[in-house]
């Protein structure tokens, strides 16, 4: 993946559709409507979500989701995010008929909590735990409590979480999905510190290369398990 940001495209072949999907498939969104220039440069992004998540943090969902999938940088005072209680009534009485059509209710994994245990001999084992159709369950990975490799722990504690998902809702009979953490890296762009996560996804003969980002906060642990599931957030939905 291209760490680089890269120049819009011209607006016939700029892939406005992709990005509006990328953007409807974040947590709390309900529509997108991206405007563009002639030259093909976003000028706006229209955004409207549920109260799930802050506006202040959508926008920079939306930034860092067009940013690791994408490659395509956009300046946070393009992003424009209205809130709602009822996104179905909103749309109703707005009339959003620009907007991407919201689809209907997807089953979706959320993120629950995740707590970091120090072991002996500087190592950690960390665990996090998912909610899916009301029941939780626990992905637990160790490691070495040093630098990458215990951002790398975080990353596979949440594979490991989503496996589980997939053998509940699936069956123990059903061939296993399995989810290999390529890596985790952190990179610095726009005065801010993002965290990186790539991911092969693996069902059957199908294996499928993801990738998602999230800033890193005060907590790095949290940030990578919010990257891991923004790389596998749509795949995941896209099973059931």
Known sequence: MDSHPRELP?????????????????TGVVSVRIVTRSGGEIEEIHVLTTEEVSAKQTVRNIE???????????DHRKISVAQTRDGRN???EVRLEPFARKRRPERRVVFVGHEVEREKNHRVRTRVTLRWDEEEVVGEATGTDLGRVRLETAANA???GLESVFARARGEEANPVVFALDGVKVLD???RTFVLVAVHAVSGRQIVALAG???????????????????????VRGQF
């Open 10 to 26: 011209a607006a016939e072949t700029w892939p406005i559709r992709r990005a509006e999907e990328l953007i409807s498939s974040l």
């Open 64 to 74: 860092s989701a067009l940013l690791a999938q994408l490659g395509v940088a956009v």
């Open 90 to 92: 909103a749309l109703t």
């Open 158 to 160: 949440t594979l490991r």
């Open 189 to 191: 762009a726009f005065d």
């Open 213 to 235: 980002a999230a800033d890193l906060g005060d907590s790095p642990d949290r940030s990578v398990v919010l990257a891991t599931l923004q790389a596998t957030d749509r795949w």
